[in-house]
């Protein structure tokens, strides 16, 4: 018999937290892979010799210097879990009877289905009044978002209709021919395409890496 996981109130909370849980473990694993690789192999080897067993290496070891890429990682994590509307928007547009609306659904509804502005804009300085002090992790999630939203595709085609709003990514598309394609102006504009994303990471990468950094041991 099939149920209907989003429109049970006792399961669609977590069949969207499932969801958006899915969707924060690509971001994790990667961090947590570029933290593995600043933890000391001398360390490693010298718990090994000491005789220790793998669990007690990785428990002992590994973890502890891997806290502040921890730290960067949670504080990412609750700022998107703060932020997050597009997901439980798709999926259950903050039903059944409002069990999974979160605080930018609320003020989304407060907005522009009540239409009460300065209740709205209230509720909107929670999100502010919550976000974190990690100078880190702000820097890594404004260079992540600015990256998706410059590379973003599908959401400028499918919602943008004049060629005044189009997005650089739509303009790559632009300069292909129905029966041509013009290789090499498609490959400088993408070079063109790229350097603000780079800048942003040039600017930003101090905050970015000092994270995952941290647990590095000096000599």
């Known amino acids: 018999m ?8 006792s399961t669609a909370l977590w069949a969207v937290f499932i969801a958006w849980a899915w969707q924060q473990t690509v971001l994790a694993m ?29 428990a002992r070891v590994v973890v502890p210097l891997l806290r502040p890429v921890t730290t960067v990682v949670l504080s990412l994590i609750a700022i998107n879990s703060l932020r ?21 659904l609320l003020v989304h509804r407060v907005l522009f289905r009540e239409l009460e502005q300065g209740r709205a804009s209230a509720i ?18 404004a260079t992540l978002q600015f990256t998706f939203i410059w590379n973003d595709f599908l959401y400028p085609l499918v919602f943008t209709t004049g060629d005044d ?3 650089v990514m739509l303009g790559l598309l632009a300069v292909q021919g129905q029966f041509t394609v013009a290789f090499g102006t498609q490959a400088a504009l993408a070079v063109i395409a790229s350097v603000p994303t780079v800048l942003i990471f040039i600017v930003f990468q101090q905050h970015f890496v000092r994270g995952l950094l941290a647990s590095a041991v000096k000599g």
């Open 2 to 9: 099939e149920r209907a996981w989003l429109a049970d109130r």
């Open 30 to 58: 990667i961090l947590y892979l570029a933290g593995l690789t600043t933890v000391p192999d001398e360390l490693v080897e010298a718990a090994r010799v000491d005789g220790a067993t793998r669990f007690q290496v990785f």
């Open 84 to 104: 997050n509307f597009d997901l439980v928007f798709a999926m259950t547009s903050g039903g059944p009877a409002r069990e999974t609306e979160t605080v930018p």
């Open 124 to 141: 909107s300085m929670i999100l502010f009044a919550m976000l974190p002090l990690a100078r880190p992790a702000l820097a890594a999630l």
């Open 165 to 167: 709003v189009r997005t």
